[in-house]
């Protein structure tokens, strides 16, 4: 089988996202029989070639100051897309409501391959996030859901993903599949946990609590921090140890200093050895995000026997019984501080849950992908019947062009005050490179985007009219 893998990220950028598309990428390749092909935008700097399997790196806008850290793809970029189509998938997953879904479905009208997405962030508060005004989140909220549902098989990583999808206005049916992790099961040596932490304070006897992922506020990390201040207040001895980089950082470093040598930043860790080491030598890993949808990072502390305080009724939860396979709390600096004061009494009552976990919980990138594989050769099969084509005339709208760069024009044409100077170039970079893919194409794609230059025109004017 030929399969294309597309994400708006991929390393250098290193997220959970990333981290589920080079584990597809990585196993599916191993299969006997598979070829496979990821598409994203390009990086500089970037070696793409030292990978077993064939990368694309397609023409991307610098758009790290509006989003911090990512770049955006140019879905458009002619001579990538050619040797994307050269490929000729038989399937293409898209991991990415936004560019990687725009280009599988220009993909798929070339090729006739079917799509399949999954839905890994809550999108809505990353939108949240970069815009303020509730009319422009709405539209690119409109936007992304319409990508969605031109797809022909939609994927969550959890029940909890699959409601805020709904909940965002989809329509459609969607099927959970979970991702694995790439730790083995089982716990590091000693010997690999003395090389990995013998630089750092960590007293025998003492609990170790653990964090890793971005250091982003969003993801809870004050939470993390309230509880240490009243743990301190207390009197109670422990180190927590934040385990990642970030663009909050430096603030929780500042915050964290009253605190002493009880709060531990090692920064990122790549080896993926040394950081399964950072988990079995942990007593606790403290999770309170509400943002993530999945929070594979919970699993991989299960891998190691290590179990995980979570907020009730987030994503993370899900599979999770308080006191068997994990902790859940409410979502308050409080509610963990108290909760860690009364478990620590008793840690080996601690351990025996995080040994629950990796027993109840832990599910590998190889059980994960195989079950997609499946489900792949599933949609094959609904395309050979040719029952594709029904969902495909329900969203017929969705499938013509005209209508979805118009919308994406009509959202950017409605917060021309609260973009940055340099935006200007880069629509007038977009709107030709838009126009070349169009003259190059060989479908009637060309036919299709004459309204989204009209609709781009009008935003280079308002652009003009607010510089």
Same mark, same amino acid.
């Given at each position: 089988?030929?399969?294309?893998?597309l994400?708006?990220?991929?390393?250098?950028?290193? +997220?959970g996202?990333?981290?589920?598309?080079?584990?597809?990428?990585?196993?599916?390749?191993?299969?006997?029989g598979?070829?496979v092909m990821?598409a994203?935008?390009?990086?500089p700097?970037?070696?793409?070639?030292?990978y077993?399997?064939?990368?694309?790196?397609?023409?991307?806008?610098?758009?790290?100051?509006?989003?911090?850290?990512?770049?955006?793809?140019?879905?458009f970029?002619?001579?990538?897309f050619?040797d994307?189509?050269?490929?000729?998938? +038989?399937?293409i997953?898209?991991? *990415?409501?936004?560019?990687?879904?725009?280009?599988a479905?220009?993909?798929?009208?070339?090729?006739g391959?079917?799509?399949v997405?999954?839905?890994?962030?809550?999108?809505? %508060? +990353?939108?949240?996030?970069?815009?303020?005004a509730?009319?422009?989140?709405?539209?690119?909220?409109?936007?992304? %859901?319409?990508n969605i549902?031109?797809?022909d098989d939609?994927?969550v990583?959890?029940?909890?993903?699959?409601e805020?999808?709904?909940?965002l206005?989809?329509?459609g049916? /969607?099927?959970?599949?979970?991702?694995?992790?790439?730790?083995?099961?089982g716990?590091s040596s000693d010997?690999q946990v003395?090389?990995?932490?013998?630089?750092?304070?960590?007293?025998?006897?003492?609990?170790?609590?653990?964090?890793?992922?971005?250091i982003?506020?969003?993801?809870g990390?004050?939470?993390?921090?309230?509880? *240490?201040?009243m743990l301190?207040?207390?009197g109670?001895?422990?180190?927590m140890?934040?385990v990642?980089s970030?663009?909050?950082?430096?603030e929780?470093?500042?915050?964290a200093?009253?605190l002493?040598?009880k709060v531990?930043?090692?920064?990122?860790?790549?080896?993926?050895?040394?950081?399964?080491?950072?988990?079995?030598r942990?007593?606790?890993?403290l999770?309170?995000?509400?943002?993530?949808?999945?929070?594979?990072v919970?699993?991989?502390?299960?891998? *190691?026997?290590?179990a995980s305080?979570?907020?009730?009724?987030? *994503?993370?939860?899900?599979?999770i019984?308080?006191?068997?396979?994990?902790?859940?709390?409410e979502?308050?600096?409080?509610?963990?501080?108290?909760l860690l004061m009364?478990v620590?009494?008793d840690?080996d009552?601690?351990?025996?849950v995080g040994?629950?976990?990796? #027993?109840?919980? /832990?599910i590998?990138?190889?059980?994960?992908?195989?079950?997609?594989?499946?489900?792949y050769?599933?949609?094959?099969?609904?395309?050979?019947?040719?029952?594709l084509?029904?969902?495909?005339?329900?969203?017929?709208?969705?499938? #013509?062009?005209s209508?979805?760069?118009?919308?994406?024009?009509?959202?950017?044409?409605?917060?021309?005050f609260?973009i940055?100077?340099?935006?200007?170039?880069?629509?007038?970079?977009?709107y030709h490179e838009?126009?070349?893919?169009s003259i190059?194409?060989?479908?009637?794609?060309?036919?299709?985007?004459?309204?989204?230059?009209n609709?781009?025109?009008?935003f280079?004017?308002e652009?003009?009219?607010?510089?």
């Amino acid at each position: 089988m030929k399969i294309s893998l597309l994400n708006d990220s991929f390393p250098p950028v290193i +997220d959970g996202v990333a981290n589920v598309v080079m584990n597809y990428a990585s196993i599916l390749h191993n299969m006997e029989g598979n070829r496979v092909m990821v598409a994203t935008p390009k990086y500089p700097n970037t070696n793409y070639y030292q990978y077993p399997y064939l990368v694309i790196p397609y023409q991307s806008f610098d758009t790290t100051q509006v989003v911090k850290g990512y770049r955006a793809g140019n879905p458009f970029a002619f001579r990538e897309f050619q040797d994307m189509k050269e490929f000729d998938p +038989d399937i293409i997953h898209s991991h *990415c409501p936004v560019s990687s879904t725009v280009l599988a479905r220009l993909l798929r009208r070339e090729t006739g391959a079917p799509i399949v997405f999954t839905y890994h962030t809550k999108f809505d %508060v +990353d939108i949240a996030r970069a815009v303020k005004a509730q009319i422009i989140q709405k539209e690119a909220i409109s936007v992304l %859901v319409s990508n969605i549902e031109a797809c022909d098989d939609v994927w969550v990583v959890s029940k909890g993903a699959g409601e805020n999808l709904k909940s965002l206005g989809y329509e459609g049916e /969607y099927r959970v599949m979970s991702n694995g992790v790439d730790f083995a099961k089982g716990l590091s040596s000693d010997a690999q946990v003395y090389e990995a932490t013998k630089d750092y304070d960590l007293p025998e006897g003492i609990p170790v609590f653990i964090y890793v992922g971005r250091i982003i506020k969003y993801k809870g990390l004050s939470l993390i921090l309230d509880a *240490c201040e009243m743990l301190d207040k207390a009197g109670m001895d422990f180190r927590m140890v934040f385990v990642g980089s970030g663009p909050d950082a430096d603030e929780l470093k500042d915050r964290a200093t009253k605190l002493g040598g009880k709060v531990i930043f090692t920064g990122p860790i790549y080896d993926r050895e040394v950081l399964k080491a950072w988990n079995t030598r942990a007593d606790l890993f403290l999770f309170p995000s509400v943002y993530d949808t999945n929070g594979l990072v919970v699993r991989e502390a299960a891998a *190691c026997g290590l179990a995980s305080v979570l907020i009730k009724d987030s *994503c993370a939860s899900e599979g999770i019984t308080d006191g068997r396979n994990g902790y859940i709390i409410e979502e308050s600096g409080k509610a963990m501080a108290d909760l860690l004061m009364r478990v620590c009494k008793d840690m080996d009552a601690v351990h025996d849950v995080g040994m629950h976990a990796m #027993d109840e919980i /832990y599910i590998s990138w190889e059980e994960s992908v195989h079950k997609a594989y499946e489900r792949y050769e599933e949609v094959l099969d609904l395309k050979a019947a040719g029952k594709l084509e029904d969902h495909r005339k329900l969203t017929a709208r969705l499938e #013509d062009y005209s209508y979805l760069f118009e919308k994406y024009a009509d959202v950017l044409t409605r917060f021309p005050f609260d973009i940055q100077d340099d935006i200007k170039d880069l629509s007038h970079g977009l709107y030709h490179e838009v126009k070349n893919f169009s003259i190059n194409s060989t479908n009637k794609l060309n036919e299709k985007i004459e309204k989204f230059y009209n609709a781009y025109d009008k935003f280079i004017s308002e652009i003009d009219k607010s510089l």
